[in-house]
């Protein structure tokens, strides 16, 4: 499986962005998808998780009310939608897929099995 991120960009606080996740998986409907970012010097952290239904979506703390993950299974793909940015947010993003083993949220990075490559994301103040 092969996950391509892009969408990122240079924006100024308070601006908009949706980034992109494209899913080369047969079955991307047997996924849950993530987004997880990071920042320079940070260790990578988790953002946000949608079920393979799309019904069932999970975020942390820092980006409530602010982005909104989502996905079309037709075209495979995972979108998250951010909103209200601020500099904090400036981070590298990257999108990945779990197997679906039936336990949610999932939240850590080591129980996902797919990773993309990654998209820049720069929050200019």
């Known amino acids: 499986v092969q996950l391509q991120a892009s969408g990122g960009g240079l924006v100024q606080a308070g601006d908009s962005l949706r980034l992109s996740c494209a899913s080369s998986?047969?079955?991307?409907?047997?996924?849950?998808m993530g987004w997880f970012r990071q920042a320079p010097g940070k260790e990578r952290e988790f953002v946000a998780s949608i079920t393979w239904t799309g019904g069932n979506t999970y975020y942390a703390d820092f980006v409530k009310g602010r982005f909104t993950i989502s996905r079309d299974n037709v075209k495979k793909i995972a979108y998250l939608e951010m909103d209200s940015l601020k500099p904090e947010d400036t981070a590298v993003y990257y999108c990945a897929a779990e197997e679906d083993r039936g336990t949610w949220p999932t939240i850590v990075d080591h129980d996902y099995d797919y990773w993309g490559q990654g998209t820049l994301v720069t929050v200019s103040s």
């Open positions: 998986a047969v079955y991307f409907m047997r996924h849950i």
